[in-house]
């Protein structure tokens, strides 16, 4: 068993509360030597995360470490939902709504959870 389907809520106080996200997570056959590949199967509005649904995060890239277990990735997978990097994006357009009005982009990533995160 090397493939996961996971589900993590959306962090409070984040335009994503309330949200129920799917994952997809594998483990590749180097692991843990290499990092788990995860990527979002639920859609959403976030700098950090393209249009596949890949995640932009350094411990799934080059800060990986074979002691880091996967609670951890998961957990750092809802901290970056609580605090997005526009400033290091993936999906430049979405980092580019962030920097240019914050407001705005901030209720889209609210609308875009009501929408596809509600509870599926």
Not at 63 to 68: D, G, Y
Not at 88 to 93: I, M, V, W
Request: with cysteine; charged share 25%.
């Amino acid at each position: 068993m090397r493939y996961f389907n996971v589900m993590i809520l959306g962090p409070s106080q984040s335009p994503y509360e309330g949200g129920v996200f799917k994952l997809e997570l594998f483990l590749p056959e180097e692991y843990p030597m290499a990092p788990p590949k995860v990527r979002f199967l639920t859609k959403i509005y976030h700098p950090n995360i393209d249009k596949a649904c890949r995640i932009c995060l350094d411990i799934l890239k080059d800060k990986w470490s074979p002691a880091l277990q996967i609670r951890t990735v998961l957990l750092s997978i809802q901290a970056l939902l609580s605090a997005p990097n526009p400033d290091d994006p993936l999906a430049d357009n979405v980092a580019k709504h962030w920097k240019s009005n914050e407001t705005e982009a901030v209720e889209t990533a609210k609308e875009w959870t009501r929408v596809y995160a509600s509870g599926a």
